[in-house]
């Protein structure tokens, strides 16, 4: 049986609401992509209860001749704080000035599914 989880809305970052005025939801594959997204979006350190979780982005956004590896190596740690990531594949990375990035990527999910996600962090 699969599990409902609260949809966060991933442009205003807040939970969102159905036609009926009821929290939406989301499961399975769905719940894995929103929290990659969600991985992907937090700085490390950023949520008191779980200090370790996001990404560590301050190794590479606003610093000089970071080599291209060290900044996969950086999102992969992130992606695959998420166990339901088996492999990921296809990863391109587009900096956005002055401080942002853009990731696209596809994966493969434990279960066999592929998924393809993009986020934009700013």
């Known amino acids: 049986m699969m599990n409902d989880t609260l ?3 991933p442009c205003t970052r807040d939970l ?3 036609d009926h005025g009821l929290l939406r939801m989301v499961q399975g594959d769905e719940t894995t ?3 990659v997204r969600m991985t992907l979006l937090a700085g490390i350190g950023s949520f ?3 200090p370790d979780h996001g990404t560590d982005y301050h190794r590479f956004l ?3 001749d970071v080599p291209q590896s060290e900044i996969r190596e950086t999102l992969r740690e992130a992606i695959y704080q998420e166990p339901d990531i088996a492999e990921i594949a296809n990863m391109e990375i587009t900096h956005q000035p002055p401080r942002g990035v853009e990731i696209n990527f596809d994966a493969l999910l434990q279960n066999g599914t592929p998924m393809t996600l993009e986020v934009n962090y700013d």
């Open 16 to 18: 969102a609401f159905d």
């Open 33 to 35: 992509a929103q929290n």
């Open 7 to 9: 949809y966060i809305d």
């Open 48 to 50: 008191f209860l779980e």
């Open 62 to 64: 606003g610093q000089k």
